[in-house]
């Protein structure tokens, strides 16, 4: 099992920044392939990013390319989710995301095993 525990999330205006957070229990964290999923109210869960367990490699969906960037810190057992210049439309419920031994680049929700309660982030006009 793997608890994951989001952080960060807030209201911020339309061009402003936030950074989140997802801290996991697992002493082989180094081994999940990591994501962050959002869903907004009455809309499906989509894929923001991910980074791979094996090259730390990162892949995004083309929303937020350019605007957010995804890191990981091994010894921390933790992610991060940067993300800039943001948009009324960013406004969801932000879920971390853990896929052991996952390849980057499956958008998909499937594959991921654990999931965090997730954080709200509220982008105002």
């Known amino acids: 099992q793997v608890q994951l525990v989001e952080s960060g999330g807030g209201l911020v205006q339309a061009g402003g920044s936030l950074s989140l957070s997802c801290a996991a229990s697992r002493r082989t964290f180094s081994s999940y392939t990591m994501a962050w999923f959002r869903q907004a109210p009455g809309k499906e869960r989509e894929f923001v990013a991910a980074?791979?367990?094996?090259?730390?490699?990162?892949y995004y969906a083309d929303s937020v390319k350019g605007r957010f960037t995804m890191s990981r810190d091994n010894a921390k057992n933790t992610v991060y989710l940067q993300m800039n210049s943001l948009k009324p439309e960013d406004t969801a419920v932000y879920y971390c995301?853990?896929?052991?031994?996952?390849?980057?680049?499956?958008?998909?929700?499937?594959?991921?095993?654990?999931w965090g309660q997730g954080t709200q982030v509220t982008v105002s006009s």
């Open positions: 995301a853990a896929d052991y031994l996952g390849i980057v680049g499956d958008m998909s929700p499937a594959p991921y095993d654990y």
């Open positions: 980074i791979s367990w094996s090259d730390g490699r990162t």
